[in-house]
């Protein structure tokens, strides 16, 4: 390939590739470029770091692999997402044009797969289509990797978000932390 062309294909670039992202409306669940997540109530409730994620396009609309069969677009399977990661379409081989792309092949899978809660998920949804993107030069995202990501470096919404996916964890740990307390005083 030539200089010219190199120059040529930069000048050619969106402004999303350079830099620039569209903003995040939380009024509307609008994530562009962001995988999302909302706790799974009961399994949440036990296990925090547990929850229901999806992968929004550049225009924000989020996809979620919700149950057998059905990926979901802009409605969450288990509520409005409480926590976000925000990722630069720049990463991604193809930059923008092929995010949009590797998510809606991802998305067609899965939308003819059975769901699994332990091995074939939305997570693993999530990472087929980081895979087809090869996000960051990775090709093997899998749902422990993504789980990790999310718990440790996703953002939350805000308090909703925080309350949301906190509460309902530390009102059954008091719960069992004052049944313990008494049994102990009592025998």
Same mark, same amino acid.
């Given at each position: 390939?030539?200089?010219?062309?190199?120059?040529?294909?930069?000048?050619?670039?969106?402004?999303?590739?350079?830099?620039?992202?569209?903003?995040?409306?939380?009024?509307?669940?609008?994530?562009?470029?962001?995988?999302?997540?909302?706790?799974?109530?009961?399994?949440?409730?036990?296990?925090?770091?547990?929850?229901?994620?999806?992968?929004?396009? $550049? #225009?924000?609309?989020?996809?979620?692999? =919700?149950?057998?069969? /059905?990926?979901?677009?802009?409605?969450? %399977?288990?509520?409005?997402?409480?926590?976000?990661?925000?990722?630069?379409?720049?990463?991604?081989?193809?930059?923008?044009?092929?995010?949009?792309?590797?998510?809606?092949?991802?998305?067609?899978?899965?939308?003819?797969?059975?769901?699994?809660?332990?091995?074939?998920?939305?997570?693993?949804?999530?990472?087929?289509?980081?895979?087809?993107?090869?996000?960051?030069?990775? $090709? #093997?995202?899998?749902?422990?990797?993504? =789980?990790?990501?999310? /718990?440790?470096?996703?953002?939350?919404? %805000?308090?909703?978000?925080?309350?949301?996916?906190?509460?309902?964890?530390?009102?059954?740990?008091?719960?069992?932390?004052?049944?313990?307390?008494?049994?102990?005083?009592?025998?």
């Amino acid at each position: 390939m030539s200089l010219h062309s190199d120059a040529s294909e930069d000048l050619s670039r969106s402004s999303t590739d350079m830099g620039l992202l569209p903003p995040i409306n939380f009024a509307d669940d609008k994530y562009p470029y962001c995988i999302v997540w909302t706790p799974i109530p009961v399994l949440t409730w036990f296990f925090p770091f547990i929850g229901h994620m999806g992968i929004a396009m $550049s #225009n924000g609309v989020i996809r979620d692999f =919700a149950g057998p069969y /059905f990926v979901s677009e802009d409605n969450m %399977g288990f509520g409005r997402p409480t926590r976000y990661l925000r990722l630069h379409p720049a990463n991604a081989f193809g930059g923008s044009q092929n995010w949009d792309e590797s998510v809606i092949k991802a998305s067609a899978t899965y939308g003819a797969r059975m769901h699994n809660l332990f091995c074939d998920n939305c997570h693993s949804h999530v990472g087929m289509a980081l895979a087809l993107m090869r996000y960051k030069e990775y $090709s #093997n995202w899998n749902m422990v990797v993504l =789980a990790f990501w999310m /718990f440790f470096r996703g953002k939350y919404i %805000g308090l909703r978000g925080v309350i949301k996916t906190w509460l309902p964890f530390l009102i059954i740990f008091t719960i069992c932390a004052l049944v313990a307390v008494y049994s102990k005083w009592t025998i």
